[in-house]
């Protein structure tokens, strides 16, 4: 801890010089001293000027979603995304057919990069202490570096965001309260919340836990969850206009899998896989500067997070097979990172450029305890110690050569230094030793960037493009023989020799917009080269055994649909989207699996001094373009929903109570992005079936 406090010390001390005096304004608001360039796409630029798919979840349709998907049902209301589910809360997103979990997409919190592991991250995350999410749809490397190939998501919290120049003030309020019948789920937030004299402070408790929930097929078993955290967002505000903040979070989640990616077939053929718990600790310090003599902004912060994990797989019992309970334990994840990023005016350029650094550290190897049904334990480790950290510089440009045209270049350059400790682990044959031994330090570097453009054909109509290269190296655990997801049907041995994972992307489309309408349509390919994917072996005179290994190329493209329309000054308003999503192995001429071909929804909604109502209809057309060596066919489907929502003045102008009903027909749904285990029957949980009728109730307030 000591030496964490150093580096936060001497980083700070070395900017000091950069923070010219400057004229403080009347009025300090935060509103005016955010966070600088946290968006996906790092654009002051509206979204109507961006060259990239971007949508916008705004604070008031996150506080009025609930139910029991958390942050990746809110997610799915965006073209192009997908909830791939496995339980109550758990589950990874799928962005352009693409699942989460094979790292090509990135999370980012308030523009933090969250730690890589997406099937647990995203159940660490209380939708109620959410103000906005911006989702990237496509490749942006050459901002965030690897991994970001197919998607972003930047979450942005809540902070208090008042007049910071009166005498503090703080209140204690209830943000949220609500239950779900489907699962007996219930959910709240408490905040203390104010600011002045130069501070804004936001101290917020959350508390979220459910049964197993109930589909139409009956009850999933091992589905519930139980979570609670604690979360800090405060700042205080100089005569000199530097803002310096500091962010904490705590979150303690226990999380069952009843089926989906990394527990297929699940609950159903009594495997049983849970985390219990989860455990995030998060520290972020950093300060803000406006109208610096060289740029308009600076933005600079240091971050730590550590993740503690308890991994359990219940085989005890199952009918056929060994009965055995697995307990893994991944302890001591640490990410620690850092950004330091300018935006400066120059003529008609609006450039935004810095350094990054964003280090996975794992010391601590994976402890696996096996206990078989009669009572004998052993005890191994799964993996070595390891670390790799990511080196950037980029720099993008939304240069304005005419009122009509914005060209937007981009371009980063990136240093991978990944290390493998020396001591093995128990699965290792005497090849993997050899290998991992011989490269146990891998350096990589890349050069990667973006050219898009955007033209304004008329006031009404824009067209967009974007032209990208992209990559993703591998991380230590795709090298090794790692099983944290809690699988150990099929040993998996190293290839520490993988080769980075490159993509070219392009993307072209039209935005329509007026006073009461618009209409976005995007068309998009993506070609993989050196693809990375598990492959299944099936030696001559051996077991068979699962490897990571580079496939050669792949295809994904598609288009997307989004518009809306407004009447009767906005108090009735109409949206929709749809997708359409291809995928192709071009080298072993297979379908790329759980790609959605076509899904979408639309939503009515009618608003005014009293309250509101929503309908929503989404679906999925069936899918019968497969690869039969690990999906099925899927069925169509689509299920309804309906939400009224009554303010309630006499308690508090912002206040409101919500109702709910979601599948409203009991509608059985299974997603076609939800891995299930082809060598078993389909079941409840193989693959995982969606959630029946929910009845649901929220208290809510928007202050």
Do not use: C
């Amino acid at each position: 801890m000591k030496l964490k406090t150093t580096l936060i010390f001497y980083f700070s001390l070395a900017l000091l010089p950069l923070l010219a005096n400057e004229t403080r304004e009347e009025k300090l608001q935060t509103t005016l001293l955010d966070a600088l360039n946290v968006q996906a796409s790092a654009s002051p630029l509206d979204i109507e000027k961006q060259s990239k798919s971007i949508s916008i979840i705004d604070k008031d349709y996150v506080l009025d979603s609930s139910g029991t998907g958390g942050v990746q049902d809110i997610l799915a209301s965006v073209p192009g995304v997908a909830y791939s589910r496995s339980g109550g809360i758990n589950g990874q997103i799928s962005i352009r057919g693409m699942n989460s979990n094979l790292s090509r997409s990135i999370v980012l919190i308030d523009g933090v990069r969250l730690s890589g592991r997406n099937t647990l991250e995203l159940n660490m995350l209380d939708p109620n202490s959410i103000d906005s999410i911006e989702v990237l749809r496509g490749p942006a490397s050459s901002i965030w570096g690897s991994d970001a190939m197919n998607g972003v998501i930047n979450i942005k919290t809540r902070r208090f965001k008042g007049d910071i120049s009166k005498p503090f003030k703080m209140d204690a309020k209830l943000r949220a309260l609500e239950y779900d019948s489907v699962n007996n789920g219930v959910a709240g937030r408490l905040e203390a919340i104010g600011g002045g004299d130069g501070f804004d402070v936001l101290l917020g408790a959350s508390g979220r836990m459910g049964q197993d929930y109930q589909s139409p097929l009956g009850r999933v078993k091992n589905s519930g969850f139980d979570s609670f955290g604690f979360d800090l967002n405060a700042g205080y505000t100089t005569k000199n206009d530097i803002r310096f903040y500091i962010q904490g979070r705590y979150q303690r989640v226990h999380s069952k899998r009843a089926g989906g990616l990394g527990a297929a077939p699940g609950s159903s053929y009594f495997i049983y896989q849970s985390e219990d718990p989860i455990t995030e600790k998060y520290l972020r310090v950093g300060l803000t500067k406006y109208n610096l003599s060289f740029a308009k902004s600076m933005d600079a912060y240091l971050y730590v997070r550590k993740y503690d994990t308890d991994i359990y797989v219940d085989r005890r019992q199952v009918i056929s097979g060994a009965k055995s309970l697995t307990h893994q334990r991944v302890y001591d994840s640490y990410i620690v990172g850092g950004r330091l990023s300018f935006e400066s005016n120059l003529k008609a350029h609006d450039l935004i450029y810095g350094l990054d650094f964003y280090s996975s550290l794992s010391p601590t190897r994976v402890l696996r305890t096996v206990t078989t049904d009669k009572g004998v334990s052993s005890d191994t480790f799964t993996n070595r110690a390891s670390t790799q950290t990511d080196f950037g510089a980029f720099i993008k440009d939304d240069y304005k050569i005419t009122k009509r045209f914005t060209l937007q270049p981009s371009l980063r350059g990136d240093y991978i230094l990944t290390t493998i400790g020396k001591k093995r682990y128990a699965a290792e044959s005497e090849l993997d030793s050899k290998l991992l031994d011989e490269n146990n330090i891998l350096n990589n570097a890349a050069l990667t960037g973006a050219l898009g453009g955007v033209t304004i054909i008329t006031s009404n109509i824009t067209h967009f493009f974007n032209i990208s290269h992209n990559f993703r190296v591998s991380g230590p655990g795709t090298r090794m023989q790692t099983t944290p997801a809690g699988s150990s049907a099929l040993a998996t041995i190293a290839n520490p020799n993988l080769k980075p994972e490159y993509s070219q992307t392009l993307e072209s489309g039209f935005r329509f917009n007026t006073d009461f309408m618009y209409l976005n349509i995007a068309g998009f390919g993506t070609l993989y080269e050196d693809m990375i994917s598990l492959k299944t072996f099936q030696p001559s005179s051996a077991r068979p055994n699962n490897q990571y290994t580079n496939i050669g190329k792949a295809l994904i493209a598609g288009a997307e649909l989004d518009g809306g329309a407004y009447f009767f000054d906005d108090r009735l308003n109409l949206t929709y989207n749809l997708t359409y999503t291809y995928g192709q192995d071009l080298t072993s001429k297979k379908p790329l699996s759980y790609i959605a071909p076509l899904f979408g929804r639309i939503e009515l909604s009618y608003k005014d001094k009293f309250g509101f109502i929503k309908l929503v209809e989404r679906g999925f057309l069936g899918k019968s373009r497969i690869d039969k060596a690990q999906e099925r066919p899927t069925k169509s489907y689509a299920m309804s929903d309906i939400y009224i929502g009554i303010n309630l003045p006499f308690i508090d102008k912002d206040s409101k109570l919500i109702f709910g009903v979601e599948n409203i027909f009991n509608q059985v749904g299974r997603n076609p992005t939800t891995v299930e285990a082809i060598a078993y029957k389909e079941s409840l949980t193989n693959p995982l079936v969606e959630p029946g009728r929910n009845f649901s109730v929220k208290f809510a307030s928007s202050y």
